[in-house]
Structure formats: C-alpha cells, structure tokens
C-alpha cells in the first residue's frame, strides 16, 4: 500500500514527546497540519516523497509547542511598546527610566509603564503623583506595578479620569489618598479602571498592529498556544475577539487561541460567545473571574490577617455568596471557570464554589481552575485533585516580588506554603504553567528554569528546595498540562501520530545543559499547525 508523503520531516537525537520523562532520537512526519507519524529514521523512510522537506536537528531539543495557560494578550501587547521599570532600584531611576520614554515618543498621547516595585527600592516607600509631575507636567501618565494589581499615576492622569478628593472609592477599589485627603496617585485594584479606560483608547488600525507584534513575539519564543483571560472590565474595549476572527478569517492567526471573558452572571452573553468561538484555532474555552488580589498590597484575601497589618486580611472582589451562585449557574450551563486566587482565603473559596456546583449540579468533568495559587491553606491541597480542579500556576511569579516584603506580609507559619508547586502535582492534580504576561514576561524558559531551581528574588537563594519539580514535569506542564486544562489532550500538548503539528525546535538539549543555562535557550524553528511561523536556522517561513 503507498504511504501518502509527508510534506516535512524533522529529526533529531533528541525528541521529547512528552509521553516519557526523556528525549530520545527519533523524525516527526508532518502532512498537512497533523503529525502523521512519529518513529525512528527507518520507519519515517516511508513518508517521504520528492517533495518532502527535511529538517536534521542533530542535538537540538524538538518537543510539543509552548501551550502559555494564562496571559492577558493584548494588555501585553500594550505593554510590549512601554516602559519596563523593573531594573529601577529607586523612585529616581525610575523616573529616569520614565523621562528618556517620554522623550523618545514625543508624540505619544499616553505615557505607558509597568513593572516598577518599591519593594526593590532603597526606601522600599511607595511613589506619588508628585515626583511624576516634575517629569511629566503635563502629558498623562499609567504605570502598573509589577503584579499589575495597582498604578502609579500622575495628577494629569487623575485630572482626565475626574478623580479628586471628592471621588469616592469604587466597589473592590482604592483610591490612595495622602494626609490632606487629596489623591496621591496610587490606584488600587478596581480605581485603576477610570484611567485604564482613557490610556487604553486605540483604533481598530493600532490594534491591529498591537495583535501582529504579540504574534511575532509569540512565534519567536515557541509558543503555538494561548489562554487569554479576563482582566478587567477597562480592558474590555481591548478584548477584541472579532480582532482575532478577523486574522483567522485571512489565515493570518500563528497562535491558537482561547479567550475566557468575564464570569459575571451574564450567561446569555457568555453562550453567545461560545456559539460564535468554537474553530480550533479560536476559540471561547470557559470564564474567568477575580475572587482577590495580591500578597504585596495586601489586597489577596487571607483566612487569617495580614502578619505585618493585623487589621486587615484582604477582602474578595465579590461577596461569597454572589462567586458561588455565578458558578453553580455557569457550571450548570457547561463552562469551565478559572479564578485568580492568591491568598489562602481566595484559594478556598473558589474550592468551595467549584464543590457547591458539583453538590447542586452534579459531578461531571469541568475542568475548572485556580490560577496562581501562591498562599494556600494545607487542608486545602488535597482538595484540587478530589474536585479535579487544574493548579494554573507561573512559577517565575515568586522570583518577582522581593521575598523579604512578601514573607513579611504573611508570616513564617504561612511562608511554609509558599507556591507548592510540588506537593500540589504529587498530589495528582492537573498541572499547567503559564507566564501572566504582561505581569512577567512571555518567555516559557524563564518559567521552566523557575520550576526546577526555585531560585528566589536574590538570584542565588533556594526558596522551598523541596518543591522543585522535574525538568520533564515542567515541560508537561507548559504542554501537556495546560492541552488537558483545555479538554484538547487528544489534539495537542505531546507529539503522537494524529495530533496537531504543534512543535517547537531549541537550539540545545534543556536534558543535558546546566539548569542556570536553560533561560539562555533560543528558539531554533517554530511550526504551528504543520507551517513553518518562526526560523531560525536558515529554513524558510511557509508564506
């Protein structure tokens, strides 16, 4: 019988397939978008035909594609044209690096920023709108933290978003004040909306160019998937699914993706969406919503209160009751749920929901989800694997606030529960890794690296050396993980006969080099549904 030829062949002596904990040498025959075998040399030999290309990759690592289970994507693109204030050690650097990005855009109406933490400062003391005004007197001026929970503003911010002394707090919102009751340019959680929504402001044709540079940027770092999830309802005029329609509709799309919109109680909408979503290059995969905040600001929700501020615990975005109708409703209806949950208090109440709707509904396979996970209750752990509750965690996320700011809010009994990244997979739960980007950044390897070394905020420190994982289990969580978290373990996540051509190609073995050498790895070629999107060896790009 002829075998149909196969229209590329990559080999390599080292294949991670995903289905063992080693690469191993071996070809990949791709016809179409689909993996149509996988074997060694000799048993490829049938699939190819004259007009089969080839690609030998001697020792570089061939695996599944990146699969990033939890980004905000065009809040990143957004973020991509900013200013990055993390290497600023103090509010002067800071405003250093914030005066020469101003400069070099003198036509921008916004001036856009992000990832500034005092905790890394010499004062470790919050900045106000004052030492912005110095700088920027008169153009208006967004610049989210690190953890993206808060801004810094300018008073020219303030003045277009009518925020004055006068405004009152919005629900799950906090106006920083100083002495005098005046706005002192600190916005927290939901009073961040009114100037998001102005800064935020862009044409479809801004747009456009936004989504086409996130999408190159992707392709160059191997990811083939994404899960775009909610942030906040200032972003929605972002949330252009249409946007994303319209570069499937022209074939343009070099990502798969999956949005989650806003779990609100709004389910007519949320049907409407999946009715119109639903190819298999985008698609509406379930709802997301926010129970808390972040540890930093003491704004995620603890069971018990805050070590260094005994009079406070956090609060939920939401009242209990109101989280856990939304997802009996939602779940009845047959989506998936994710919750940001950090604090140990979040993290048991999206449990409880998640539990309440198999109660009410029944049990079925949901596949909901806790993302982050960073501060949880030991009683809780197991319950992720009984309820069959994905842990969506970005492992590179503890490295990222400075450990002694963040142990001092939650205290040393607290502190030994500090991203369980281990004990949770032990368990048996599901698995997936993502970067939170923009919140970090959107290369998969600076999580890998974090998962295997838990090195801290110091670069040299070991942050819980026990709850290391495998170099292979890190790998399946970007992967296979995050494909299972989406119900498409049979379509992607390992590399199978059958399977979507999904692939990534390093330039070195991760398996056989020093793990402080493994965020140094580059992307050698990227195929997303069996096209060449990403070269960098000299083999050409599908048009």
């Known amino acids: 019988m002829s075998q149909q030829s196969a229209d590329m062949v990559l080999s390599s002596n080292a294949v991670f397939t995903g289905l063992s904990n080693q690469p191993e040498p071996a070809s990949i025959a791709i016809k179409d978008n689909k993996i149509v075998a996988v074997g060694s040399d000799e048993e490829i030999k049938p699939y190819i035909g004259e007009n089969t290309k080839i690609h030998q990759f001697h020792d570089e690592l061939i695996m599944p594609g990146f699969h990033d289970f939890h980004l905000h994507l065009m809040d990143g693109a957004v973020t991509m044209n900013s200013a990055d204030l993390f290497p600023a050690r103090s509010e002067e650097e ?5 005066r020469e990005f101003a400069e070099s855009r003198p ?10 933490d005092a905790g890394y400062w010499d004062t470790q003391e919050l900045p106000t709108r004052h030492s912005l005004d110095r700088i920027l007197p008169d153009r208006p001026a967004l610049l989210y933290h690190a953890e993206g929970h808060y801004v810094w503003v300018n008073s020219k911010a303030l003045e277009i978003a009518n925020i004055t002394r006068h405004t009152e707090n919005p629900p799950y919102g906090i106006i920083g004040r100083d002495e005098n009751g005046e706005p002192n340019g600190i916005l927290y959680e939901k009073a961040m909306d009114a100037v998001i929504r102005h800064a935020y402001d862009f044409t479809k044709e801004q747009k456009r160019e936004l989504f086409k540079d996130f ?13 775009d999830l909610f942030a906040t309802e200032s972003m929605e005029m972002l949330y252009d ?16 993706i999956h949005v989650w919109p806003a779990l609100n109680g709004d389910l ?20 997301k919503q926010f129970i808390d905040g972040v540890i930093t600001a003491r704004t995620a929700y603890l069971l018990e209160p805050y070590a260094d501020q005994p009079e406070t615990r956090g609060e939920t975005s939401f009242p209990a009751d109101t989280i ?7 779940d009845k209806e047959g989506f998936s749920i994710r919750f940001h949950a950090i604090g140990d208090g979040a993290i048991r ?9 198999q109660k009410v509904n029944g049990k079925r396979d949901s596949r909901h989800s806790v993302e982050h996970v960073e501060v949880i209750h030991p009683d809780d752990i197991p319950r992720f694997q009984e309820l069959g509750v994905t842990v969506s965690m970005q492992p590179d996320h503890f490295a990222m606030s400075e450990r002694g700011v963040y142990t001092d809010r939650i205290g040393p009994e607290r502190e030994k529960y500090v991203f369980p990244i281990r004990t949770l997979q032990e368990t048996g739960a599901n698995l997936a890794f993502g970067t939170d980007f923009p919140i970090d950044v959107l290369d998969p390897l600076v999580q890998i690296h974090r998962a295997v070394t838990r090195i801290d905020s110091s670069g040299e420190e070991v942050w819980h050396p026990h709850e290391r994982i495998t170099l292979a289990d890190a790998l399946k969580a970007y992967t296979a993980g995050s494909a299972y978290g989406s119900f498409r373990e049979h379509e992607l996540g390992t590399l199978e006969a059958g399977k979507l051509a999904d692939i990534v190609v390093l330039d070195r073995n991760l398996f056989e080099i020093p793990t402080e050498e493994i965020p140094d790895a580059k992307v050698q070629l990227t195929v997303f549904d069996g096209k060449i999107i990403f070269s960098n060896t000299g083999v050409e790009k599908k048009k």
Request: hydrophobic share 40%; proline share 1%.
């Open 324 to 330: 856990k109708k939304w997802v009996v409703d939602a």
């Open 107 to 116: 036509e921008a109406p916004w001036i856009i920023g992000s990832t500034w």
């Open 241 to 256: 699914y249409e946007l994303f329609k319209e570069f499937e509709d022209k074939e343009e799309l070099t990502t798969r």
């Open 268 to 287: 007519e909408r949320a049907k409407k969406l999946r009715d119109t979503y639903q190819s298999d290059k985008l698609r509406m995969s379930g709802l």
């Open 94 to 98: 800071a405003l250093e690096i914030i």
């Open 349 to 357: 109440l999206a449990l409880d929901a998640y539990e309440e709707a």
């Open 215 to 227: 999408s190159t940027h992707a392709a160059s770092l191997g990811i083939t998937s994404v899960h």
